[in-house]
């Protein structure tokens, strides 16, 4: 009987192969951005879904009860962090009552550790300053090389969670690395010709993008972060936008385009609805062809206002 049960188990252990005998993992992650590059590293080793979609607002995502279910059953859990879904996150993950991904546990992860951050504010905060986010800007994941931060973050969550495929992980996101820094060539000499060309964006979604590809945000549709445009900002807005002869808006495509479309009537800029995540149009269907798409939007409009 014994003997039975030895055999029986080696056959067992035949069956399944090593790398495979744990099954794929199952991955959370709040936006798609972080989808994205979970599947560019995880391969078929992960299934991978966003809770938000690419053309929401992921500061305010309508947390939908089938969240709490994709989120009991999830292995791991991938934020963006500094903040950004401090709105919406926290009950889904404490009803979701899964041990593995509560802040700090194995499971849980925050993408922009080791990312480079940018608008830490420097002394106090106060509410009268509106949506500042203290721990820096949380759009970090618009500087492709952040991107590259994440994947490797990513690699190593994977990696510790699924070591028999700790190969693979790493191969995929060498992989990745190759592919972000071969299209970072195209990016930055499509970008080249109008270094320091004067821009204005709804929200502060942008600093790292205009920070890696060289452009000047001179001011914000938003009298603060998260303050819907009032009548006197918008008219200041206009005076500055004049004075400095900008010649493009760039609008997130959740926020209403009234106060934009306006400012670009009184100052003959372009009013481009810019995207600033995987899935914001169908066209972008991943992390490299989001960059592709609003680099090629950008050079379009700035090419015909002749800035630069
Ligand atoms: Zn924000």
């Not at 990513?154 to 992980?169: E, H, I, K, N, T």
Request: some cysteine.
């Amino acid at each position: 009987m014994r003997k039975r049960l030895a055999v029986l188990a080696a056959a067992c252990w035949l069956a399944v192969s090593p790398a495979h005998a744990q099954g794929k993992l199952n991955v959370i992650t709040t936006t798609s951005d972080l989808a994205s590059i979970a599947q560019e590293v995880g391969g078929d080793r992960i299934t991978v879904e966003s809770l938000a979609r690419g053309y929401q607002d992921p500061h305010f995502v309508d947390a939908k009860p089938s969240f709490i279910l994709k989120l009991q059953k999830a292995d791991l859990l991938v934020v963006v962090g500094r903040d950004l879904e401090i709105g919406w996150l926290p009950p889904l993950i404490q009803q979701s009552r899964n041990a593995k991904i509560q802040v700090g546990a194995d499971g849980y992860i925050d993408a922009s550790a080791g990312a480079r951050i940018l608008e830490i504010p420097q002394g106090q905060v106060t509410r009268a300053m509106g949506d500042v986010h203290p721990q820096g800007n949380p759009h970090y994941w618009l500087d492709p090389e952040n991107g590259k931060t994440i994947a490797h973050q990513l690699a190593q969550a994977f990696s510790r969670l699924r070591p028999a495929d700790r190969a693979g992980f790493e191969q995929r996101l060498a992989a990745f690395e190759n592919k972000v820094t071969e299209a970072e060539k195209r990016w930055m000499a499509g970008m080249a010709p109008f270094k320091g060309a004067k821009v204005v964006t709804y929200h502060r979604s942008f600093p790292n993008f205009a920070d890696r590809f060289g452009l000047d945000i001179v001011g914000y549709v938003e009298p603060r972060p998260g303050i819907p445009p009032t009548p006197q900002h918008t008219l200041d807005l206009i005076t500055e936008m004049k004075r400095q002869n900008v010649k493009v808006v760039m609008v997130e495509p959740y926020f209403d385009l009234k106060t934009p479309n306006s400012v670009g009537q009184a100052t003959g800029a372009a009013v481009l609805v810019m995207p600033p995540s995987v899935g914001g149009v169908k066209e972008i269907t991943d992390y490299i062809s989001l960059f592709d798409y609003d680099i090629k939007l950008l050079t379009d409009a700035l090419r015909k206002a002749g800035a630069k």
